[in-house]
């Protein structure tokens, strides 16, 4: 295959796809239970207005409810990894489409649960879920109840429940303009077009020829510049829905809305850009090493991602990085490792860049099918290697929680998902500093694990305050347009970045091309869960059996406790900035002994 030419879907090879027929052999398996989802809809709406008439009621309702959210959970898994493989194959599109209106009928029709269920008297349904009967779904029901101060009348659920689907349009206009249609000029590296895509681009900002480096940039962005309107109009669009959900549930705002159903206080999410702030002189340090090391004359923000070691080449096969996994991963035991590498190579994972297919690296798992894995790999960067690692993380967690626990209980939250993932991303940097054989190789590491942690912690942070500042400026009768929003990101560049750095005049762009900012208050759980993870990568590598185990109790909870409870039983306090300061401590003795062992040229 020609690495200069972005293959077709067609045209990769089965045994680097995904292997999706443990979701369904055929299409027409998924056609079968999509057209399924009607009838089980209206067994549930059977139950309407029966739901507190006894406890035999309410459990058969309960399950029947299960059987159809089993279907819809494997119909829209099905069709959304065929979408995201090739955004641009319209039978996929039309079966993601039909996929989300089935579950959003399913669930305007059966809207009448929660308000019906919070009607119950507190004295009947405590009694009720405390029977054994009801073991399976005790957890959800608690979990359920949890939201009874903001849970609207029945009419009212089912208003909300009708725009699901069009909920999802600003997301979806994004995703497809941003990776089918937005068109980028190519770049030329050693006297070669070389295509630019979303992917490749940060391979061009990696190559140490810095006017590749800025022409990759300045196209790329270029292309973003020439629809400005349209995507700030889409993005404002998604924060608009995020206010008036949570205006018309009776939240005080939008973030409340978002922490609420986890138990996450808000205290966490202020705390975490508090106490990143504090600690920015460290950043301002970093950036000033990175000028000095890098010998330019102005640090430019396509300069941020180079490797600072140069003469370090690496290039690692796919099955060499499955490999590297298993060493880095051998203090959580054989049967993990065995597990997770046996998946990465049979039908796990989709690994190589096709065109169409979705951008960076994702892992979706249901409660059927295995917990796939979304790359777009490449063996020249080194990075992927931690991305095939971190992916694996999200993964085995859904192993764990699925095999340990029932459907109705077994989803863990995304803010406990970025702990397994940068866990193992911890023990893979480590893994790879001792096997170093020289002093550049070390330096390298120490280099990319500085701009890792940055990249999860440092700039996840800044994409956070990015994220509320928009949604209060909106809260507060703010309109959102690409002037304003360009503005607040670029005001949080400088004073993220410091001094040392020079913005070019589209470099506020950068907060338009996010897609995470289309599912509101994701990204703040990146920087906890490195946090998270740092601490309880040592406490367990440096701890006995008794860690080791802390940790899988962890991964084996799902959705069977709160975020903040499941981490304390691994071994880490998430309520208090402790763990905060702890990893940022981390990166500044990265810092310094990248001072050590660098000297400008």
């Not at 190519?186 to 391979?203: A, C, I, R």
């Not at 304390?568 to 306090?573: P, S």
């Amino acid at each position: 295959m020609n690495k200069n030419t972005i293959p077709t879907r067609d045209q990769v090879p089965e045994s680097d796809k995904w292997d999706l027929s443990t979701l369904y052999k055929s299409d027409e398996d998924w056609e079968k239970d999509l057209s399924s989802i009607k009838k089980l809809t209206e067994k549930v709406l059977s139950f309407k207005g029966k739901l507190g008439e006894s406890p035999e009621s309410l459990l058969s309702c309960l399950k029947a409810n299960e059987e159809l959210e089993k279907v819809i959970e494997t119909v829209h898994e099905y069709a959304g990894l065929l979408h995201t493989a090739d955004e641009s194959d319209s039978k996929a599109q039309d079966m993601e489409g039909r996929a989300m209106m089935a579950y959003s009928s399913a669930e305007s029709e059966t809207s009448f649960f929660s308000p019906e269920l919070m009607s119950i008297p507190d004295e009947k349904i405590n009694e009720w879920k405390n029977l054994p009967e009801f073991a399976d779904y005790k957890i959800f029901l608690e979990k359920l109840l949890h939201h009874k101060p903001y849970t609207l009348s029945e009419k009212e659920e089912r208003i909300l429940s009708l725009q699901t689907e069009s909920s999802e349009t600003a997301s979806k206009a994004f995703s497809l303009l941003t990776n089918v249609d937005l068109q980028f000029k190519s770049v030329t590296v050693n006297g070669e077009e070389k295509p630019l895509t979303q992917s490749t681009f940060t391979t061009f900002l990696h190559n140490p020829d810095r006017a590749v480096r800025e022409q990759a940039y300045k196209n790329f962005y270029e292309a973003f510049v020439k629809h400005e309107n349209t995507i700030a109009s889409l993005y404002a669009g998604s924060v608009n829905q995020d206010v008036f959900v949570a205006r018309a549930r009776g939240y005080k705002s939008s973030l409340e809305a978002a922490l609420y159903g986890n138990k996450v206080p808000e205290s966490v999410y202020r705390n975490l850009i508090e106490t990143v702030h504090k600690n920015l002189p460290t950043l301002h340090k970093y950036y000033s090493l990175r000028k000095k090391i890098l010998g330019v004359s102005e640090l430019r923000h396509y300069d941020v991602y180079v490797p600072l070691v140069k003469n370090v080449e690496t290039k690692t096969s796919y099955d060499e990085a499955v490999e590297i996994c298993r060493n880095a991963l051998s203090p959580l035991g054989k049967e993990y490792t065995d597990r997770l590498c046996d998946g990465l190579k049979n039908g796990w994972a989709d690994r190589y860049e096709n065109k169409g297919k979705r951008s960076g690296a994702f892992s979706s798992g249901a409660y059927r099918g295995y917990p796939y894995i979304l790359l777009n790999y490449k063996d020249d960067v080194i990075r992927d290697v931690f991305t095939m690692a971190h992916e694996g993380g999200h993964s085995m967690h859904t192993y764990y929680s699925k095999t340990n626990n029932p459907f109705m209980c077994y989803n863990y939250t995304i803010f406990e998902a970025e702990v397994a993932s940068t866990f193992n991303e911890e023990l893979v940097f480590e893994y790879l500093l001792r096997q170093a054989k020289t002093p550049e190789m070390k330096a390298y590491l120490l280099s990319m694990r500085a701009d890792d942690i940055l990249a999860t912690l440092h700039r996840q942070t800044m994409f956070a305050e990015f994220e509320l500042k928009a949604h209060e400026l909106v809260e507060n009768g703010t309109p959102l347009s690409a002037q304003v929003l360009r503005k607040i990101y670029r005001e949080l560049l400088e004073q993220y970045f410091g001094p040392e750095m020079h913005f070019e005049n589209e470099s506020d762009m950068e907060g338009l091309r996010i897609p995470h900012f289309y599912g509101a208050y994701y990204v703040y759980k990146y920087a906890t869960g490195i946090s998270a993870s740092l601490a309880l990568a040592k406490r367990v590598t440096q701890g006995g059996e008794k860690e080791r185990e802390d940790y899988f109790k962890f991964l084996k909870s799902g959705g069977s406790r709160y975020p903040i409870e499941s981490l304390k039983i691994a071994g880490v306090d998430m309520s208090s900035s402790e763990s905060i300061q702890a990893a940022l401590d981390v990166f500044a003795d990265l810092v310094k002994e990248l001072e050590s062992s660098l000297r400008p040229e």
